[in-house]
């Protein structure tokens, strides 16, 4: 708002309320500000006028009173998490998710509240004395006082992890209860999530995916590993879009891929009877392509895939030369090769996506072969 | 004016200027009051009470949410204040975060 110049002299007024507070009234102020706090985490702030909270808390700040205000919120704030805490603590079994999630959002609620009264400490005091603001105290005080409170911090992972892994084995978990649990770890941080929640899953994750996957590969032909793989890859992906966060997905596809590709791909590709070999000759090209897509995901898979099937191309050009030149009928001979070449062209073109590096290599092969 | 859209702001004198949610909401201080999480008394009645602010200043604060929203864009509009409210007009526009 900018000024016009002065058409006349004006008195200038004194302030009309104090301009220097004594410590007493702001001592009052507080217990005004206190006893609002108090309400509003009590599900009573329909009875608390913002506006006068407000000036009270602003009048604390113009006078230099913002450290009593700030130590105050702390103090009353941490005592209302304490007892939020007991309250959580005190539950059996099932319920004890649910009454943390009914706390968090009743503190949160009043979290942004309090921090609309507290709007002009956030903006004037905050900064000055290097605090936290106001929403983000809110927040590392409920960390601290409920998340890693002793009876807190492992039975939240536990449960976790426990209905996550009852719902593998295929029991009915509430869902809406964990993810409304993982949103909350990842608004307090996601450092807390990592810490709280995503490592140890990972952890356990990677347990169960080995424990599957020898109790598979003992059972099954390739092809059918190889199909229950992609299945469980399904299943986490479901699981990550159901109720945990993205950052996840990746980290939980690698648990996978190491436990059950990177860990098995020489056994899986000479497996007898069903192996790579065997797919090639029966031209089974979904297996085929499963096994190319799953394989590429870990380091050396691509390469071992390549490696034996280029082998066994040469190998197979090579004795069908040996077989066709001790026979009489040339044409029958190029047309055999022919043949050959083209079983392997459409094995890239619809299995191995047309990978450039295997037709490349297709056709050296076949060059070196036909230059007799 | 439709009620559900309007405000009541209340002088010191008691004096009541009925203006629309949208310019109260200049200030960013009535604007935490209405739209806060949960209700506070303001909310629910709709209008909200300044003990500190007389009416001269109030009218005249009301009179900058609307020329605001109006001309707050633009460089070419100067609001017009009269000398002896400035100081008080500044006390106000901290207070209320305008």
């Known amino acids: ?11 200038i007024e004194a302030f009309k309320h104090k301009v220097i507070m004594d410590p007493n009234i702001a001592h009052e ?36 009173f913002g450290e009593k205000l700030y130590s105050g919120l ?9 007892e939020m805490a007991t ?28 921090r609309d009264i507290m709007m002009y400490m956030d903006n004037k005091y905050v900064p000055n004395a290097q605090k ?7 927040l590392n005080l409920w960390t601290e006082h409920v998340i890693y409170s002793e009876q807190i911090k492992t039975r939240l992972s536990n449960t976790l992890l426990d209905l996550i892994c009852r719902e593998r084995v295929g029991e009915d978990v509430n869902g809406e209860l964990i993810r409304n649990t993982t949103k909350m770890l990842m608004d307090l941080g996601s450092s807390v999530y990592e810490q709280e929640f995503e490592t140890p899953f990972l952890q356990v994750s990677a ?13 099954c032909d390739c092809g059918d590993y190889l199909k229950t793989v992609e299945r469980c890859l399904d299943e986490e992906m479901d699981r990550v879009c159901e109720y945990l966060d993205p950052s996840t997905e990746k980290k939980i ?14 056994r899986l590709i000479h497996m007898e009877n069903s192996g790579l070999l065997n797919m090639l000759r029966d031209d089974k090209y979904e297996d085929l392509c499963r096994m190319y897509n799953l394989f590429c995901r870990v380091s050396d898979g691509f390469y071992k895939i390549f490696e034996v099937m280029i082998l066994h191309v040469r190998k197979s050009f090579k004795e069908l030369i040996t077989q066709l030149e001790r026979s009489d009928d040339p044409s029958e001979f190029v047309q055999r090769l022919l043949d050959e070449q083209h079983k392997y062209e459409k094995i890239i073109n619809l299995a191995f996506n047309n990978d450039k590096l295997f037709q490349y290599a297709l056709y050296c092969s076949f060059e070196v072969f036909t230059d007799f | 004016m439709k009620k559900e859209d309007t405000v009541k702001l209340i002088s010191s004198d008691g004096f009541e200027f009925i203006v629309d949610k949208e310019a109260a909401m200049v200030s960013q201080t009535i604007r935490n009051m209405l739209t806060s999480p949960g209700s506070f008394a303001e909310r629910q009645h709709g209008e909200v009470t300044f003990p500190e602010i007389s009416t001269t200043i109030l009218e005249k604060i009301c009179q900058y949410f609307y020329w605001h929203l109006e001309f707050a864009s633009g460089k070419d509009r100067e609001f017009p204040i009269e000398p002896e409210l400035t100081l008080e007009l500044m006390m106000a526009a901290n207070y209320l975060h305008t």
């Open chain 1, 132 to 138: 936290t603001p106001v929403y983000e105290l809110g």
């Open chain 1, 74 to 82: 702390v103090a009353t704030m941490t005592s209302h998490l304490k």
């Open chain 1, 253 to 266: 596809t690698n648990v996978i891929e190491k436990e059950m590709i990177a860990n098995y791909t020489l």
């Open chain 1, 207 to 219: 347990e169960f995916y080995r424990a599957e996957s020898q109790k598979f590969i003992d059972c």
């Open chain 1, 29 to 64: 102020n507080w217990k005004i500000i206190e006893h609002a706090i108090h309400q509003i985490y009590n599900h009573n702030a329909n009875a608390v006028a913002c506006e006068v909270i407000y000036r009270h808390a602003y009048n604390m700040v113009l006078q230099n």
């Open chain 1, 1 to 11: 708002m900018s000024n016009h110049h002065m058409k006349k002299h004006f008195p």
């Open chain 1, 87 to 114: 309250s959580i603590e005190g539950t059996q079994g099932d319920s004890f998710l649910e009454e943390l999630n009914k706390k968090w959002n009743h503190h949160h609620k009043s979290l942004q509240m309090i």
